[in-house]
């Protein structure tokens, strides 16, 4: 059994301490497998100056040359064969340029225990029957390789599908924000008295929640087991944002899902390590990553509390050297002890989108982020 498959034979998804040497290891295999598989990582690797067993003690992993985001928008550099390819992902683009990623069967099927496994822990994992809403984009052909459109409908495996809505409609050019549609699924919903599964968007059912209060909708009643499990971000409602807290608090008074069961999620085409929120609503470091906070100016790794660049590690990908992403996204790594969940791995938190753009509805300048 490869590091990497007994990565994912653990059973506390949280407990770094124990299994440190399983993703150090883990990280030497993979860096290894793209520098023979990949001409540009050897290369960009051996200019660093990094060989894969220089990878001894969790401190050594900075020294991995961290690659941005944005490269693998605009390049294809695979490590495998372009035939191995089972899956080419892309996402609908924050700031207007998709993004995208390559997974060949082990990549794909890594992701799906990740996420089973992280499931698992938080008790997400049901065998009774349920119902379905997702603010995500309806399958279409114009739509089927949309990383967010896949991941939800990959999520309805971990309980058994009655019912399933999705709440952007397919127009056969594009898709459509049906609200009054996704009010009415919600009432029959009630009415069947199953539990009720919201994944997708934040954006969307937030403007679902606003449309029953400001219509004077009564509110609803659904089963107490639902849970909502947002990600994707805000898209291009950023100035409509609200505060989870506030969110949370609206999904409670107006469909009866119990806040403690709202929770967010995250993580990006490049980078699909799956980050879920523990019940204080933080988002913990699983073992299959690693999470450093880069200076914006220097590039080297702060401590907790200090705001930068968001850089991830993980032996996730064999098809693409996305081992240590550099982000868009600007971070802050927080201690455990200062959730309280019990959880003893570090928390982050995403402050927001470094870099420019027409308005803040898409970014923010990494200037402006570190002055909150």
Not at 190 to 209: A, D, H, M, N, W
């Amino acid at each position: 059994m490869t590091a990497r498959e007994k990565l994912l034979q653990i059973e506390d998804v949280y407990d770094r301490e124990s299994t440190s040497e399983i993703f150090l290891e883990s990280m030497r295999d993979c860096l290894t497998h793209h520098m023979s598989g990949n001409a540009f990582f050897k290369n960009y690797m051996e200019k660093a100056g990094v060989k894969p067993e220089d990878i001894k003690t969790e401190d050594d992993l900075e020294k991995i040359p961290p690659i941005h985001a944005n490269f693998f928008k605009k390049y294809e550099v695979l490590s495998v064969p372009y035939e191995d390819i089972v899956e080419h992902a892309t996402s609908s683009g924050t700031t207007g340029q998709k993004s995208q990623m390559f997974f060949d069967q082990d990549s794909f099927d890594f992701g799906n225990t990740m996420v089973k496994n992280e499931f698992r822990h938080f008790g997400f994992l049901s065998e009774e029957l349920t119902n379905y809403l997702l603010f995500t984009y309806e399958p279409a052909q114009v739509s089927k390789d949309l990383g967010t459109a896949k991941t939800d409908v990959g999520l309805l495996s971990y309980a058994p599908v009655n019912e399933t809505f999705f709440a952007l409609r397919y127009n056969g050019e594009g898709h459509d924000f049906d609200v009054y549609g996704t009010i009415k699924t919600l009432e029959e919903y009630e009415k069947q008295g199953l539990p009720v599964r919201i994944f997708g968007f934040p954006s969307f059912l937030y403007f679902t929640v606003r449309q029953m209060k400001e219509t004077g909708h009564r509110p609803l009643h659904l089963n107490t087991k639902s849970m909502t499990m947002l990600g994707g971000g805000w898209k291009g409602y950023a100035d409509k944002q609200i505060q989870k807290s506030e969110l949370y608090a609206m999904v409670e008074e107006m469909l009866g899902i119990p806040a403690e069961n709202c929770r967010d999620g995250y993580g990006s085409t490049e980078h699909s390590v799956p980050y879920f929120e523990c019940k204080n609503h933080h988002f913990h470091i699983p073992v299959y990553s690693r999470m450093l906070i880069r200076d914006v100016k220097t590039l080297k790794p702060l401590p907790y509390g200090e705001a930068g660049f968001a850089n991830f590690i993980t032996p996730h990908l064999l098809s693409v050297p996305a081992v240590a992403g550099l982000m868009g996204d600007m971070g802050v790594l927080h201690d455990a002890k200062e959730c309280g969940c019990g959880i003893k791995t570090p928390f982050m938190e995403i402050i927001g989108r470094a870099g420019t753009s027409k308005g803040k509805s898409c970014a923010i300048t990494a200037s402006e982020l570190l002055k909150r």
